[in-house]
């Protein structure tokens, strides 16, 4: 069982300071993408990984933060079981998978990788508070927060503490009983005041590799539904490509190893759309970025 021992103070001090450090991290920081859904095993994480690579691809600066304290994910997805903290004495450093692209886990935090984690609410906000405030992200265009399922503490904590602009990207299957779940997800989101990038539907039938044809599994058009019917935008479609398992068993990426997969395609096309939706992004404290944008 992981303790909050565990839990690696850099720079423990006043509430104040705490609080000030957090304000200057976060304003390094231009956008920040929370990727939530209503239920585990939608394939959130995979989303949020492979959206970060899509945008990091795309030339953008990007720190993804893996906030899923029961049962952290990325490092698995991205090939970075193992690694540990490192500190440069003032700040813990984020990992840097590839160029533009770091990342941070709380699952570093927990010795063995078999173990529970017992934690309530107010250790969970601390250590959600910790991580963006003592992880140096440095000058970031995106952080990219993969969020626990549900509306528990954790993505509560992240829309308290993020910062804003914030959006959140809603993850669901197109089966039904998964469409329900996310309306609580986008109820959360407006109650939390964290803005709505939209609804994204992955497993969205099945694309064969031989012949193209697309055959919908777990039923088809849910998402799309679900968005229409809370007023908040439909994101897109990721088919189901097992390629997509093996790439995360084996810590590699689909962007990778099957560029040219409609399921890769689906992420660069979200990461490209979110990147130029000024829309979305409006209040932006960077103009410039927009615009600079808007030129690729
Ligand atoms: P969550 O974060 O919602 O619990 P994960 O991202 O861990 O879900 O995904 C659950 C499982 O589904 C993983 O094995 C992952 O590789 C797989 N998966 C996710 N998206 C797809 C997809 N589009 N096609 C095939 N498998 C997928």
Same mark, same amino acid.
């Given at each position: 069982?992981?303790?909050?021992e565990?839990?690696?103070? &850099?720079?423990? !001090?006043a509430k104040?300071?705490?609080d000030?450090?957090?304000r200057?991290?976060?304003?390094? &920081?231009r956008?920040?993408?929370?990727?939530?859904?209503g239920?585990?095993?939608?394939?959130?994480?995979?989303?949020?990984?492979?959206?970060?690579?899509?945008?990091?691809?795309?030339?953008?600066?990007?720190?993804?933060?893996d906030?899923?304290?029961? !049962?952290?994910s990325?490092?698995?997805?991205?090939?970075c079981?193992?690694? $540990?903290?490192i $500190?440069?004495?003032? $700040?813990?450093?984020?990992?840097v998978?590839?160029?533009?692209l770091e990342?941070?886990?709380?699952?570093?935090?927990?010795?063995n990788k078999?173990?529970?984690?017992?934690?309530?609410?107010p250790?969970?906000f601390?250590? &959600?508070?910790?991580?963006? $405030?003592d992880v140096?992200?440095?000058?970031?265009d995106?952080?990219?927060?993969?969020c626990?399922?549900?509306? !528990?503490d954790?993505?509560l904590? &992240?829309?308290?503490?993020a910062?804003r602009?914030?959006?959140?990207?809603?993850?669901?299957?197109p089966?039904?009983?998964a469409?329900?779940e996310v309306?609580?997800?986008?109820?959360?989101?407006r109650?939390?005041?964290?803005?709505?990038?939209g609804?994204?539907?992955?497993?969205?039938?099945?694309?064969?590799?031989?012949?193209?044809?697309?055959?919908?599994?777990?039923?088809a058009?849910?998402?799309?539904?679900?968005?229409?019917e809370?007023?908040?935008p439909?994101?897109?479609?990721?088919?189901?490509d097992?390629r997509?398992v !093996?790439c995360?068993?084996?810590?590699t990426?689909i962007?990778d190893?099957?560029?040219?997969s409609?399921?890769a395609?689906?992420?660069?096309?979200?990461?490209?759309?979110?990147?130029?939706?000024?829309?979305l992004w409006?209040?932006?404290?960077?103009?410039?970025?927009?615009?600079?944008?808007?030129?690729?």
């Open positions: 069982m992981s303790h909050p565990h839990l690696v103070t &850099i720079a423990s !001090g104040e300071d705490e000030r450090r957090l200057e991290r976060m304003a390094r &920081i956008r920040r993408l929370v990727v939530v859904s239920k585990g095993g939608v394939g959130k994480s995979t989303a949020a990984a492979n959206l970060a690579v899509a945008l990091s691809a795309h030339g953008r600066r990007v720190g993804l933060l906030a899923e304290i029961h !049962g952290p990325i490092p698995k997805i991205l090939g079981e193992g690694a $540990s903290l $500190s440069d004495g003032q $700040s813990i450093l984020p990992a998978v590839r160029d533009r990342r941070m886990s709380v699952g570093f935090l927990i010795a078999t173990d529970a984690v017992i934690w309530r609410g250790m969970k601390k250590v &959600i508070q910790q991580f963006l $405030s140096a992200w440095g000058d970031l995106y952080l990219v927060v993969d626990p399922p549900g509306t !528990g954790e993505p904590s &992240i829309a308290q503490l910062g602009p914030a959006a959140a990207v809603v993850v669901t299957t089966q039904e009983l469409v329900a309306r609580r997800c986008v109820s959360f989101c109650k939390a005041e964290l803005g709505i990038a609804v994204l539907e992955n497993m969205s039938g099945y694309v064969c590799p031989q012949c193209g044809v697309h055959t919908g599994l777990f039923g058009g849910g998402g799309e539904r679900l968005a229409r809370m007023a908040v439909f994101l897109g479609q990721i088919p189901i097992p997509l !093996g995360g068993d084996a810590g990426c962007l190893t099957h560029p040219d409609p399921a395609q689906g992420f660069v096309d979200l990461a490209r759309n979110l990147d130029r939706w000024q829309d409006h209040g932006s404290p960077d103009e410039a970025f927009v615009s600079e944008t808007e030129q690729r």
